[in-house]
């Protein structure tokens, strides 16, 4: 979690004086903070879902291609070319994984799947790298194609084999669950006695250890593992100088071209593991328009995350979750979520107060009250609320922050080598 | 002059050209490596163009095609990606099919009132954007990818029966809406009904021309898309010209869900047409941005959806149709890119040719190497516009 200090000096000064790098001992706090009230909130409403051990399990399931999507946006960024294609490639990887899984068996289904996603990350790399194409525009002709691409080739490869029509494949053979035998048993126990935070956190974590897949895993592994490689090793370091300053790189030596080729495959590359996760493990088959837009949200989860693997995944894991509520019982859990809210924004509020910003602390106040109004006289939520939730968070916390995320320097311009 | 604007022609054809071939040729291989004849599905496909019925299809899908392109083409003059047409248009059709539902106004008043309201819906939408933008600094690209999600989740929520929802079997609607709202159409016998939306979404064309080429205001939109320091400089309001130009983008975009809404379906239901709004990215990047070429690439594109119908009762799939077009976007942006590049090398080498000769520019023929600036100056400002 670290960028280089002398570049964050600049938005500092600018929005506000004094201490505002958020260090992770801060970052634990406020997420502990959350999580007690969260509780508090379980245990004034009765809303025992919300952090249930299969609600955690499922929130998982469903950040997992959210996550890998936003990595590879992550990787193709932070070489500077921006990447809306991603939907493309997760579409290409449930294809891919599919196709190859129905056949050869899950595990060949995974690396097809990456395999697929890397194929739309090379042409990603070869219109905007070597031709200089703008980012936006390649990107959304991949989206078109891979969407065409997939459907046009679903009609020989699917219809006519046994359970597969031209829109569905036959099924996939699962990867396996697997659960930690002693831990994911007690943290149930623990989880279903209802404690004040305990049960919470023991929710949570079990939600990490229950009923998971094996490519959860390797997903979950993929993100300390990329901001290791992106930040502590020489190889991360030439990649995101091309992210950068792209002339400065070229000038030590860096082959850009070659940097940017590689970070935009491995984009790819993920996006493809998280169509095959979709494909594979969340339902075992491809099923056309099965992404539905995970992609773009993907790319929302990194920008969330300040262009940071920890802050992306915090990012899907909210998505994961609002999502999670839209499929399990989610209208209630959703109305007992809006106290959490109202609670929230009343914090925020005092904390304008205390930075002597009186408008704003005026408005927070009015918000909380409204929503705790909404909270009072109303029994549940419409889910067309809940769906929207996490696009609205996202934009809310754009909207708040956007001066303090920094992307990086060169992302999205073009560079010809010099 | 007149020997280099012949040149120029070439190159600005060249491009859409040689991105067709491309596109025709790696559509005629992944025919092949299907194991289907290479060149009969284009045969069946110009025959198709040939009957009345289908002509008309085609300028009534083309329709909505380059009004949402427009909407695009707008942001593009500005260097804005309005990615958010899609949202925009469903919903300010959600909201006209409501407001056409429940207010009945002699069709002399109820037709303008629906196109307000429609331009007014789609203009907010994309405001919000606009918005943050200007004031917050966030990117309109993830602004209206979001907006575009939240949007379908306000329709799903004003279409619930509680709501302004009317249930019609399995389908949520809106109800039926008054026929004093509903578009005239041009009867044409027995090819069908022409959209009247059609003569509007011209009549579009023309005012998107004259006001970038022909007013102050155009002027400083495409000034700010080239150089936006530049166009401070000059005592534009950057800030104000994204503002307006996003609420612009938005109503044009606003409107683009009409000709289906007031001349066919009358009401908004779940099977409304979606996706028009990424299409049209796609329409406005092949026809650069002009009303003109973007009339031809919806005429192209809505060619390849309606023509590419009878494939499928001739053994072909339809789909080969959604290749072309995501095919052709690719080869077109990445030729005008190509040829662009090869136009700029081969004036430079001009120039330096008659340098080399001994000519001292300005002093012999002074309007010839102004024109050529222009020029240049005018390639670049297109280059920037098809970004």
């Avoid at chain 1, 909380?368 to 809310?396: D, G, I, M, N």
């Avoid at chain 2, 025919?31 to 289907?36: E, N, P, V, W």
Wanted: contains cysteine.
């Amino acid at each position: 979690m670290s960028t280089a200090p002398a570049l964050d000096k600049r938005p500092a000064a600018a929005s506000a004086p004094g201490r505002r790098r958020v260090t992770l001992p801060v970052l634990l706090l406020i997420i502990a903070g959350v999580l007690a009230l969260t509780s508090l909130v379980r245990i004034v409403t009765g809303a025992d879902g919300i952090t249930n051990v299969s609600q955690m399990s499922t929130a998982l399931k469903l950040a997992v291609p959210i996550g890998m999507a936003g990595l590879g946006g992550l990787w193709a960024e932070r070489s500077g070319v921006i990447n809306i294609g991603l939907e493309g490639m997760l579409i290409l990887g449930t294809w891919f994984g599919a196709w190859a899984g129905y056949q050869w068996g899950p595990w060949i289904g995974v690396l097809a799947g990456i395999a697929g996603g890397a194929l739309g990350g090379l042409l990603h790399a070869i219109v905007t790298v070597t031709f200089n194409v703008n980012h936006i525009v390649s990107g959304v002709a991949i989206n078109i194609l891979a969407l065409g691409v997939t459907r046009y080739v679903s009609a020989f490869a699917f219809e006519g084999v046994p359970q597969g029509t031209s829109k569905q494949s036959p099924p996939v053979e699962s990867l396996g669950q697997f659960s930690v035998p002693v831990l994911s048993d007690g943290l149930e126990t623990i989880n279903d006695k209802g404690w004040f935070l305990a049960s919470d956190i023991a929710g949570l974590l079990g939600g990490l250890v229950t009923n998971m897949s094996p490519l959860t895993l390797l997903a979950l592994a993929l993100v300390p593992a990329s901001w290791w490689i992106l930040w502590r090793t020489s190889f991360g370091l030439r990649l995101r100088s091309c992210g950068e300053n792209p002339t400065a790189a070229e000038s030590l030596g860096v082959n850009v071209y070659k940097y940017k080729y590689l970070a935009v495959i491995i984009s790819g590359g993920l996006a493809g593991l998280g169509g095959a996760f979709l494909s594979i493990v969340a339902n075992p088959f491809y099923l056309e328009g099965q992404t539905g837009g995970r992609g773009y949200i993907g790319l929302a989860a990194m920008i969330f995350g300040n262009w940071m693997p920890g802050g992306l995944a915090l990012g899907a894991g909210l998505f994961g979750y609002t999502d999670s509520l839209k499929l399990r019982g989610g209208t209630e859990n959703v109305h007992a979520l809006l106290l959490l809210i109202a609670i929230l924004v009343l914090i925020g509020a005092i904390w304008l107060v205390l930075r002597k910003k009186y408008v704003g602390a005026v408005i927070a106040v009015a918000v909380s009250a409204l929503v705790f109004a909404w909270y009072a006289t109303t029994k549940e939520v419409p889910t067309q609320v809940v769906t929207a939730t996490p696009y609205v968070v996202t934009l809310l916390v754009l909207s708040l922050s956007a001066q303090r995320l920094r992307m990086p320097r060169a992302n999205g311009k073009p560079y010809r080598r010099g | 002059m007149k020997k280099f604007d012949k040149e120029r022609l070439l190159l600005g054809a060249a491009g859409p050209a040689i991105a067709l071939v491309v596109a025709v040729l790696l559509t005629s291989v992944v025919l092949l490596a299907s194991g289907k004849s290479p060149f009969e599905p284009y045969a069946i496909m110009l025959e198709q163009a040939g009957f009345a019925d289908i002509q008309v299809l085609i300028l009534n899908a083309a329709a909505g095609y380059y009004i949402a392109a427009l909407a695009v083409a707008v942001g593009f003059r500005m260097n804005l990606f309005n990615i958010g047409v899609e949202g925009q248009y469903r919903l300010a059709a959600m909201v006209t099919a409501v407001v056409g539902a429940k207010v009945a106004l002699p069709g002399a008043l109820q037709l303008p009132l629906l196109v307000l309201v429609a331009a007014l819906t789609g203009a907010f939408w994309a405001g919000i954007a606009g918005l943050l933008k200007v004031t917050r600094g966030v990117s309109e690209v993830v602004s209206t990818i979001m907006l575009n999600s939240i949007a379908t989740a306000v329709i799903g929520y004003f279409t619930l029966p509680k709501v302004f929802g009317v249930q019609q079997g399995n389908n949520k609607t809106t109800g039926e809406m008054h026929d004093s709202g509903w578009f005239p159409n041009l009867d044409l016998g027995p090819a069908g009904e022409l959209y009247g939306f059609v003569f509007v979404a011209v009549a579009l064309g023309i005012a998107y021309w004259v006001v970038l080429n022909r007013t102050r205001f155009g002027f400083d939109l495409r000034a700010t898309g080239a150089s936006e320091s530049a166009a401070a400089a000059s005592g534009v309001n950057a800030k104000r010209m994204v503002l307006t130009a996003m609420l612009l983008s938005g109503a044009v975009a606003g409107l683009a869900g009409l000709p289906t809404l007031l001349n066919d379906t009358h009401t908004y239901s779940l099977s409304f047409p979606t996706s028009l709004g990424f299409t049209a990215i796609g329409i406005a990047l092949l026809g650069r941005g002009g009303p003109v070429g973007i009339a031809f690439a919806s005429l192209l594109w809505a060619f390849l959806d309606k023509a590419s119908a009878e494939l499928d009762y001739r053994g072909y799939d339809t789909e080969i149709a959604v290749i072309m077009q995501g095919l052709i976007v690719i080869a077109v942006v990445v030729s005008y890119e190509a040829v662009g590049r090869w136009g700029l090398r081969r004036q430079q080498q001009r120039v330096g040719k008659e340098l080399a000769a001994g000519h001292v520019l300005g002093k012999t023929g002074a309007p010839g190497t102004s024109g050529e600036t222009g020029t240049s100056g005018d390639n670049n400002d297109k280059e920037v516009a098809a970004r």
